[in-house]
């Protein structure tokens, strides 16, 4: 039997949004340095909300010995949790794992997570459920200052839940992970290859935080069913400049 190529059987499908991104952003020997490269005006590389409360989080936490191996084996998506709270260490050493700064290069604060040219175009948001210490809300983690902003102070989870397509096991997570965009910090590098390197910037993240939530206990799972523009109005966001992308409920496991 011949295997038909699925834009075979399906003719239309090659002129589908999502193949003709895939298509038009392609890099070959012939394309590299001629194709234009749209003119985008670059974004600040950090945001700060310098109004804001801030919520300090502790930055020196003992080291647990922890088998990587043994992480990887036991990684799974987790939807049920524990009613216990995390502590604000727990939290910081989620947060630390998403976007810690570990090492400076000139201009760039180079992180736990990898990321395309070092442009770190990820937010990180935090919907805080139950942590000991930290009013339930949504705040923005500043990564410099490894510290979080406060944007909301009403218990976030209900709103959250509804905005990911009704999944209510969001609104019992610890906290959720919110990660947008700020699609300029990359794409005025890498043009409109750029939203490729982003999406997978975000996933990097995400698995770290998958492996650090096993490592104290818990677990993660990562939701990309939501409506965006739902979760960006909870956020303040335009959903242009600035657009969720991701998201990941973690807590205890049960
Ligand atoms: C990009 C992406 C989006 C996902 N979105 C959701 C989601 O919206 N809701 C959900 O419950 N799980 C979601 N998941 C989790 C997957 O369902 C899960 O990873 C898969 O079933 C494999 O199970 P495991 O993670 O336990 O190994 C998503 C996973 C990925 C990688």
Redesign the pocket.
Known sequence: MTALRWTKQMPELKHSLGILYLNETKFSRENLRSRPRPHILPAEPFKRYPHAEKVLLPRKWDGEETNFWALLQK???L?KYDPRLFSRTDLALLLWACQGVTAQAGQFYLRTAPSAGALYPVETYVAVNHVDGIDPGLLHFDVKGFQLERLTSAAPGPDVARA??D?E?LARAQVVFIWSAVFRRTMAKYGHRGVRYIMLDA?HI?QNL?LAAEAIGGGA??????YDDEMNSLLGLDGQEESVI??AAAGFRP
């Open positions: 990684r799974r998506s939807r990911a397509l999944q096991f996933g995400a998958c799972c990562p939701v990309a069913a939501f991701y998201l």
